[in-house]
């Protein structure tokens, strides 16, 4: 597709419950982001991967996140026995090869997805 | 540690007056910032961004951002504002060497007929 595409825009889970977000980057796209954006907030950073290697997961809140890329391409980010405070909106980003030396890339800009908006009651 | 500081939580402007949108920063060497906007439902749209060079960004939509690296500000502005311009906006920031982005808290931008 012509953007990044994220799934489902939205979920409601019940306490306990475990969640997998679905992340379809742009084609091409090496390095890939989720964010987490709380209601009224900016989006704050949870992990990075370049093609399939996770590089930072220090913005992941407990060990209930987990997120792969395994293929380099589509991302899953999964919540374990979800908790309220998990509700949010979870952004996926994907851009050109940032962090690699030279090109056009290492200056890019993220594209977002438009979201995977999670509700825990 | 690299961070954004978005003073205003809210602007409002009639249409057809300029619009400014204040947004300061802190980071480690020099920056590259970004600004996005979000409409209600939906992602982060790209703005403008400041790599190197001239100090004023054009950008879309008529959008345009002053880096100014003595008072680590980069203010996004439109000299004629349209209802169609509300929305929320977003400072970003990102070291040189790094690959982070940084938000700031955003900032709704109202524009009354």
């Known amino acids: 597709g012509a953007g990044v595409s994220q799934s489902p825009r939205y979920k409601v889970a019940k306490r306990g419950q475990d969640v997998a977000l679905r992340c379809d980057p742009i084609?091409?796209?090496?390095?890939l982001f989720w964010y987490q954006q709380a209601l009224g907030q900016g989006p704050e950073f949870l992990t990075y991967?370049?093609?399939?290697?996770?590089?930072?997961k220090s913005g992941l809140p407990s060990d209930r996140f987990f997120a792969e890329r395994p293929e380099g391409s589509v991302s899953t980010l999964k919540i374990q026995r979800t908790q309220k405070e998990d509700s949010a909106v979870y952004l996926c980003?994907?851009?050109?090869?940032?962090?690699?030396?030279?090109?056009?890339?290492?200056?890019?800009?993220?594209?977002f997805g438009e979201g995977s908006r999670l509700t825990v009651l | 540690a690299q961070s954004v500081a978005q003073p205003e939580d809210q602007v409002n402007v009639a249409e057809g007056n300029p619009l400014t949108v204040k947004c300061t920063y802190s980071v480690s060497g020099n920056p590259y910032l970004f600004w996005y906007v979000q409409y209600p439902n939906r992602g982060l749209q790209f703005l403008l961004k400041y790599i190197t060079g001239d100090n004023l960004v054009k950008g879309s939509y008529g959008f345009e951002a002053e880096f100014n690296k003595s008072q680590t500000s980069f203010h996004l502005k439109k000299p004629s504002a349209l209802v169609s311009d509300s929305a929320l906006y977003f400072c970003a920031v990102r070291g040189r060497n790094d690959y982070k982005l940084s938000f700031g808290a955003g900032t709704t931008v109202t524009v009354r007929a």
């Open positions: 980003a994907s851009s050109l090869a940032l962090g690699l030396t030279g090109g056009r890339g290492k200056t890019g800009e993220l594209f």
């Open positions: 084609s091409g796209h090496v390095s």
């Open positions: 991967f370049q093609n399939e290697a996770q590089l930072d």
